[in-house]
């Protein structure tokens, strides 16, 4: 592991367990340095503690795409727009809705 920013965030997990925001950070600094299944467990991780963290949903699906497992990509999009929705969070749902969208563009070709 090569980013700096693992270390301090690991520290502060083991501090803090339930500190969601933390481990969202961490999964995206091993994406950095190419560790994307722990990311994607600590994503899932996430979404089982708080299912509301809109934020995860995207990047969840994306990793689940570059695994190619489609199926499970679009299922997290959808699920992820129907928290942006209950949210009222108009960005996330348009993110989302965005990758769902070209996913499904991508898998009919």
Do not use: C, W
């Not at 979404?47 to 994306?62: A, F, S």
């Not at 129907?82 to 009222?88: C, K, N, Y």
């Amino acid at each position: 592991m090569s980013s700096k920013n693992i270390k301090p965030l690991l520290q502060r997990i083991k501090q803090h367990p339930d500190d969601l925001f933390s481990k969202f950070a961490l999964a995206l600094e091993l994406i950095k340095v190419q560790k994307q299944k722990e990311a994607v467990l600590l994503f899932e991780d996430i979404i089982r503690r708080d299912p509301e963290y809109v934020g995860v949903y995207y990047h969840l699906g994306g990793q689940y795409q570059l695994q190619n497992e489609n199926k499970k990509a679009i299922s997290t999009y959808k699920q992820g727009i129907e928290v942006a929705e209950r949210l009222r969070d108009v960005h996330a749902k348009s993110e989302l809705a965005t990758a769902l969208l070209t996913l499904q563009l991508e898998t009919e070709s």
